[in-house]
Structures are given as structure tokens and as C-alpha cells.
């Protein structure tokens, strides 16, 4: 029979036990739920609740039941850490663990749960484990961001072509392109430690949804617990889930972040694109193509986000229309959020060393930055500068651009009869670009345009000019890096 049966006639259906149990899932908070009870027996002892013998045997029975258990837990096939001790007759964590206290010390066991609740117990605990995992997920983050500021570093002048569309847009350099990612796990870092502050206060002695008429002092355990201070409002810690929402938001942002990145470089991994090389050892092989080498932990990472999203779905639908105070569809909280810190934890973990062991193909990039016209922007945003209204400089840009779109059409033109190009000693298959422009070219479209008027537009001059405040030259870059660097020094030092 359950520690709650006083006023029950029939045992559960089995049926009900198991379903009601949350057993399965909830043992992995017993350290945080032992380390509860230890603090709120200490605190009852102070009060003068119960005396000081009673909360050391208690105390030695819990600290004898944890060591039981942590040499009980085995690893199951699916990564989850389960101990065979519990069964779902213990119907969850809580009461898995005070039942074992009165078996293994008897009476004094049963004063463990004075002036306490389940309904804040597992408050408790789910707030002490996010907070230890949140550790982890941002420690994660920081080694990340660490391996993005040295990868920005080494491709801080590769220069590579910047989309829009999946177009062609404007020349950037590959370390822009990683700082553009170490600004979105900064902010999903100051998230995670914002979601961090806000959970940070104790919801122990709040008890089932209106305090108790014991005179705890729920300072004191919120202190012994590292929380800033208690709970304001019982009946409101004992009935919110609003931290655990706001800690699957910031996985759900962080995980879109991921997958965007995987989407990239599953595509610049296929031959079609050929920007990147992903290591081997983060690749698969085909069961029946001998030839293939799949981008399959790229593709795992994007998947890994629907996932996520669901977790924080299927929370937000729980809470949804559950009136104060507590209800017992927050037990399907724990899964959610158990599921998103396992499953950001390793999508972080996994990236970081995919990207940590992928190169980018120079060759390839420099090949490509002859098509789509990446200059055509800085040429006009030049010829404004020179006196021509920008809008006038666009229009003048842009026929340069057909002008060199016919003249590459008809070198093709003339390759297909055999020719070897188009007479003005391009080879064959020859991308006109607008340095091929000349002084005749330019004249034809307006007669204020000449070479030496253009200047240098090559792509690296172009690049090297755009130093504007977050803008992609070498040296606006190397700023970001070290800006980036300082920040991540004194993050984690606060983290610490
Ligand atoms: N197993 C429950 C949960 O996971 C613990 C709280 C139960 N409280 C109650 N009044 N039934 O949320």
C-alpha cells in the first residue's frame, strides 16, 4: 500500500499503477531529492521541529540510500540511467526514497515529511537538477565558442561568397561567416543564464499549496540550497512551470541555431557545392553505394531540433487551461524537459566537433567568387561616391551586369561553333565579371564611366574595403574576435 492509503478501502488497479507512476523517469532526480530532504530535516532540527538525533539518523539513512542507489544505476540501451531498485509500485521518486528511510530506520523515518509536500518536493528537485544541467549546457556552449573564435581566426581572410536567397550576394570572408554563428550561441548563453536567475529561488516549505502552520524558516533552506532566497508566493511556486517553458524556449531557439548550421554544411559537403570537407569520422556509409559518405550527423542535428520543438510544444499544451494549483498533468513536465537537456547537450557536444574537424576548400571558395557578380554592390556603392546618386549608380551597375551576361553568353555561343572563345582572348566557357568591363564597354553604357573611375573592384579589395562597425573586412573581423574573446573570458569567469 502507498504511504497515502489512510483513507483508501481497495488497493490501485495495476493498470492505474502504472500509469499513474512516474517512476520510470523521475529517479533521476534522487541526489537533488535527497539533498531537499537534507537540507528541510536540518532546518526542521533548527526550528526545533524535530530534535537533533532524530535529523542525524535521518540524515545517515538518506546519504546510505543514496549511496544504494548510485551503485544500483546501470546504463540501458537507449543512454538512459536507470536503477533496478525501483519499481513502479514506488510510484515515483519521492516516495521511492521515504519509504526506503522508514524501512531502513523505522519510526523516526516517518517525520521526514513534516511540513512539506510532494507538490513542493518536485518543484524542488526539477529546479536543483535544470540548474546543475544548465551548468553542463553552458559549459558545452563556452568550449564551443572558444572553437568558433580560433576557426574565425585561421579563416579570418578566406574569402568565400555571401548569400541571400541562396544567391550569390556579396563577397565575405569565412571568419565573418563563423562570427555570424558565435553572436547566436552568445545570445542563447545569456539566455540560458538569464532562464538560470530566474528559477534560482526555493519553492521547499511551500508545501501543498498554502505554506503550513510549522514555523519553518524557508530562508534558511533556500540558502542551504544556493538558491538566492525562497519563493515568494506558495501557492504560485508549487503551480508554476513558467521556468522550465522558458529553459525549453531557450533549447528551441539554441536548436534552430544548430540545425540552420547542419543545413548548411549538409549542403556545401554535397559535391554540388564542395565548400567543406566533413572529417570522415563524422560520416557514414551507404549499406548498398559503395561510393557514398554521408553528412549523416549534420542531417541527425537538424532532426534533433523537431524534437526539441515538440518538447516545448508539449509543455506549453500542458500548462495551458491546468487551474492553480497543483494538477497531476505536470508530471508529463519532467520528460520534456529531461529529453531537451540530453538532447541539446549532445547536439552541442556533436557540432562543435564536426566543426572543430571540418575545412573549408579554398580552391573551391576562390572558384566561385568569379560568379553572380558579388562586387556589383561596392561598385555602385563607389560610383556614389564618386558623385553619382546611389540610385543612379544601381541603375548603371545593373546594365554593366547584362553587358557582361551577353558577352559571356556569346563566348559560349561561339564555343559551340568550334571557335575558341569570344575574340577577346577569353578562354572558352570564359564568366565575364565587371573588371573584364573596358573603357569602350563602360563608355557604351554611360560616358561618365570609366576603368580608372571604377578603381580596384577586384573581390579582395572589395572586401578588405567593407570595415564599416559588424561589417566583413579582415580587420572589422579580427575586431569581433577580440571582442568576442573578452566577453567569452569574463562569461565564464562569472560562470565559475
Ligand atoms: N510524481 C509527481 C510529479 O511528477 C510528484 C507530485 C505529486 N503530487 C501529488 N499531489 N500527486 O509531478
Known sequence: MALWSGRFEKDMDELVKKFNASIPFDQ?????????????????????????????????????IREEIRESIYEASDGAMISPLFSYEDEDIHMAIESRLIGRIGETGKKLHTARSRNDQVQLDCRLYLQKKIGMIAAALIKFENIILDKARDYVDVLMPGFTHIQHAQPITVGFYFMAYFQ???????????????????????????????????????????????AENAMDSVSDRDYMI???NAAAISMMHISRWAEEFTWWNASEFSFIDIDDSFCTGSSIMPQKKNPDMAELLRGKCGRVYGDLMALLTVMKGTPLAFNKDFQEDKERIFDAADTWVTSIEILAKMIEHSHFRQDVLEAQLVHGFLNATDVAEHLAQ??????????????????????????????????????????????????????????????????????DISIRACVDARKSF????????????????SWLAEFTENEE
Open 386 to 455: 564618386e558623385g553619382i546618386p546611389f540610385r543612379e549608380a544601381h541603375e548603371l551597375v545593373g546594365r554593366m551586369v547584362r553587358l557582361c551576361e551577353e558577352k559571356t553568353l556569346e563566348n559560349k555561343e561561339i564555343v559551340s561553333e568550334g571557335d575558341a572563345g569570344s575574340g577577346e582572348g577569353k578562354p572558352a566557357g570564359y564568366v565575364y565579371g565587371l573588371e573584364d568591363l573596358s573603357d569602350e564597354d563602360l563608355a557604351q553604357i554611360d560616358e561618365r564611366l570609366s576603368k580608372k573611375l571604377l578603381g
Open 28 to 64: 533521476r532526480l534522487y541526489n537533488e531529492d535527497i539533498d531537499g530532504s537534507i537540507a528541510h530535516v536540518t532546518m526542521l532540527a533548527n526550528q526545533g521541529i524535530v530534535t537533533e538525533d532524530e535529523r542525524d539518523e535521518i540524515i545517515k539513512g538518506l546519504e546510505e
Open 184 to 230: 547566436m550561441f552568445k545570445r542563447d548563453l545569456e539566455r540560458l543564464k538569464d532562464c538560470y536567475s530566474r528559477m534560482d529561488y526555493s519553492p521547499l516549505g511551500s508545501c501543498a499549496l498554502a505554506g503550513t502552520t510549522f514555523p519553518i524558516d524557508r530562508h534558511e533552506t533556500a540558502a542551504m540550497l544556493g538558491f538566492s532566497g525562497p
Open 470 to 485: 559588424g561589417g566583413t573586412a579582415p580587420s572589422e573581423v579580427m575586431r569581433q574576435i577580440e571582442v568576442g574573446r
Open 246 to 248: 522558458e529553459f525549453l
